[in-house]
């Protein structure tokens, strides 16, 4: 039975008589996920490059389809890992290919209702309390006290710094569907997570467990990219924001965040990725002359003090302690 330092999502263990070190367990986890937030914190600002009139979905879907294709097909053991999973993981993975499909198809439609900040502080707030919460009603694991301060510190600062200038000012009314849009995204992304994670810690390679279900998931959102306006796919300035985002935003960055789920809980990972919100702020800031105000930059630093609880591996007193 799971108790106080149990983690959400098992690990896999070390060779018999080795202890990692302290860099070693931050560079096998923490900090691949933390780089993969620092790519996907690009995407606002690429997308902004694109021409004016692109649909914000078909920018989304396009570069998932691009970008999971080309995941697959360069994942070593994608094509064979269907074959070589149990029925039960199959369904896993059928699961996880909806899941990840499901995050364009309602995260860009809650910013069309609701705006980005609104849409972007539900989904990735939500994402880390969805993953504890199916964590824990699957049986996986009981959260533990410090993931569940962290992941509070960590979506305090997020809604402060990206609804810092709604709190400052008058709001404009809140599209409901738009929120309960914005949740599913963020129930998806904590599913996706859930699922890889698992099936990566039950021995199979992160390349082939990502590539297959971006893979399948970039075949089911494409049918929405074609279907809609493609005109601003065949300029030069549509097609390089369309290349960057499969290349940067889902195919290096889903490379990272899978090598990262092998050392690190699926719901630690989708806490860490916090680091978003606070990576598309700061280039607003200095690329898009966008401007933080107090209650943005507060959040800023309550977001990071959340992500260092998160990363920095507890002492070796604090193991001992935690141990006896």
């Given amino acids: 039975m799971p108790n106080r330092t149990t983690p959400l999502t098992p690990m896999r263990p070390a060779a018999p008589g080795t202890r990692p070190s302290r860099t070693s367990r931050l560079l096998g986890g923490p900090t691949p996920i933390l780089a993969s937030a620092v790519l996907w914190g690009t995407t606002g600002t690429a997308g902004s490059l694109a021409p004016a009139g692109a649909p914000a979905a078909a920018i989304g879907c396009a570069g998932l389809a691009l970008g999971g294709i080309l995941l697959f097909l360069t994942s070593r053991g ?59 009603i699957t049986g996986q694991a009981r959260p533990t006290a410090r993931w569940t301060a962290a992941t509070a510190a960590a979506v305090l600062g997020c809604t402060l710094l990206v609804l810092g200038p709604q709190l400052s000012g008058h709001a404009a009314p809140i599209d409901p569907a738009g929120v309960a849009l914005a949740a599913c995204a963020g129930l998806s992304y904590a599913a996706y997570s859930l699922i890889g994670g698992r099936l990566i810690t039950g021995g199979h390679p992160s390349g082939a467990v990502m590539g297959v279900l971006f893979g399948a998931a970039g075949l089911l959102v494409l049918p929405l990219v074609l279907f809609v306006d493609t005109h601003w796919l065949t300029t030069r ?88």
Wanted: aromatic share 8%; hydrophobic share 55%; with cysteine.
């Fill in 78 to 136: 994608a094509r064979s890992l269907p074959a070589a999973c149990t029925r039960p993981e199959r369904w896993l993975l059928v699961l996880g290919a909806l899941a990840v499909a499901g995050y364009p198809v309602t995260f860009y439609p809650a910013v069309a209702r609701t705006g980005v900040a609104v849409a972007t502080v539900i989904a990735l707030g939500s994402a880390p309390v969805f993953a504890g919460l199916l964590s824990w």
């Fill in 237 to 324: 300035r549509g097609a390089a924001v369309a290349v960057y985002l499969a290349l940067f935003t889902v195919y290096l960055a889903y490379r990272l965040f899978g090598h990262g789920l092998r050392r690190t809980p699926a719901s630690t990972a989708t806490s860490l990725t916090l680091a978003e919100p606070a990576v598309a702020a700061v280039l607003g800031v200095t690329v898009l002359d966008e401007r933080l105000l107090a209650a943005s930059w507060c959040g800023l630093a309550v977001l990071a003090v959340g992500l260092v609880l998160l990363t920095v591996p507890l002492g070796a007193g604090s193991r001992r302690q935690g141990s006896s």
